[in-house]
């Protein structure tokens, strides 16, 4: 998990803006200014960078850092 | 009802182009005359090889990460010259009414990097991999909407296009905008990045660009003899537009005035100017009309001056039949290249710094004038000289023309 996390943070700063110090397991995306279209952005880079597959639906701007980790985590398993 | 003589004020500039990040730097290196043109990476082995980027602009440095990934370079340019302008005029986004400020920006084409960088994607890797950002970020709208995100503008808020007078007729529309009352500041200016592969490859296909690789420094020379097309370039200039009077009333530095707005369509042909300059007439008339002052009181022309070989002479020539040879006329373009919706907005900038400094910039590489072209043009080096009147010119593909009249504070 914390390695999906971590790989989650590195796509963070240097893909979608975020400040490495505002990165964080517990931040929520919309804090990080990860609106419903980033998220469809992340989930293109998502695929390429865990090859799953993230749709719409499944991830919200709500959630936070674990909870997108863990969704990834489990469709990598 | 007459509205002659109606007063705009310029209090604040920003400035991101060829010639510099920032107003300082660009006018410094535009009154110097150094040339932008270079060969540029992106467009190696293309028919045009070279154009007049922006040097040493990083957007994520300037605008922060967070604006950067999702916005295209041409938003990019504009967001860091609005800030620049707003601060240069001494207004607080955190203070001010929001509502009462408008935002009205000239692009010509949009984000095109993105637009082609996302066609890429759809040809090699198929429709599930196009990013849902390539609206965002390259419509030609985007960049007037993510002006007033960044400084909380919730006035009128539009994008002009009009080809290569996009920028010109942007500052015309402000003015109106402040004239009607439905503004109190506009945010007025242009922007373009379109040095693309696919731009590049079709303006040179069209015969419109220059052909000078070997000479990129030497290729953008308007009115010269042998001048051969444009050199495309990228930029942004934003002006911070109030009502003299409310200008006045908040003791804000006037940099000059903007008191005439003139436009015309030539009504001729999609691309190539009317010989007979009568749309640019038309369009000079109406400015100077708008301004309430006649043509033999224009002391300084900054000219559309493109440097290919029909607008120049054209220009050149209602300019003569018009204002006769009194006022020192001037393309920046030599230094700048033409960076289309950016161009108008530009020069009208380089009007205004001319008209507060009392000096008209030189053209750079106008080393033999055309004989055919028989105005006064300023080359060389800078010519100090009071300027009480001055009009800028652009002209855009579609036969649009605009033309502002900037007067002295």
Redesign the interface.
Known sequence: MNDVIERIGKLLTSRFGVPAAEFSAEAVLSDLDLDSLALVEFGLVAETEFGVKISEDEVSPTDTITELATLIASKVA | MSWSGFDVAVTGIGMVTPAGVGTEASWANILRGVPAAAPDPVLAGLPVDFSCRVPGFDA?VTL???????TDRYTHLALAAAREAVGDAGLDPATWDGARVGVVIGNALGGTSTFEAQHDVLRREGAE?V???LI?MMGISMVAGYLAIDLAATGPNLVTVTACASGATAIGTARELLRCGKCDVVLAGGTEASITPLIVSTFAKMGALSRRCADAARASRPFDVDRDGFVPAEGAAILVLERAADARARRAVVRARITGFGASADAHHATMPDPSGAGVQQAIAMALADAGVGPGEVDHVNAHGTATPLNDVTEARVLRRMLGDRPAVTSVKGVTGHSLGGAGAIEAACTVLAVQHSVVPPTANLDRQDPEIDIDVVAGAPRAMPISTAISNSFGFGGQNAVLVVSAA
């Open positions: 994520e922060g990460p967070k604006v950067t990934w999702r991999r990013s849902p950002m965002p």
